[in-house]
């Protein structure tokens, strides 16, 4: 079992920055890790995912170049620097976990995730 709990979440202003983190616990050896968002009224959505390494990333394309995905093994943490961020940003942000590549992520979005967290909420105001 791997348990997942986001933070950083806010108001912020169009232009400007945040952190989120996702904290892991449980048994997170050898897991890839990303974060979905959900706006009001749409499906989830994949936004980035990061191999247990740390050595190969994934973006969705709307994000590329302003968003990183980073990770600290040794505090179970992954983070999302969010920069330049836009209204259309603006969602719940959820962290996922599964066992092996993080392409399965970037591949099979949301089916290939084994675990999810509660989300935290982004508003980004314009």
């Known amino acids: 079992q791997v348990q997942l709990v986001e933070s950083g979440g806010g108001l912020v202003q169009a232009g400007g920055s945040l952190r989120l983190s996702c904290a892991a616990s449980?048994?997170?050896?050898?897991?890839?890790m990303g974060w979905f968002r959900q706006a009001p009224g749409k499906a989830r959505e994949f936004v980035a995912a990061i191999s247990w390494s740390g050595g190969t990333t994934y973006y969705r394309n709307s994000v590329k170049g302003r968003f990183t995905i980073s990770r600290e093994n040794a505090k179970n943490t992954v983070y999302l620097q969010m920069n330049s961020l836009k209204s259309e940003d603006t969602a719940v942000y959820y962290c996922a976990a599964v066992q092996g590549r993080a392409g399965t992520i970037f591949e099979k979005g949301r089916d290939g995730v084994e675990y999810w967290g509660k989300g935290t909420l982004v508003t980004v105001s314009s």
């Open positions: 449980g048994r997170t050896f050898n897991y890839a």
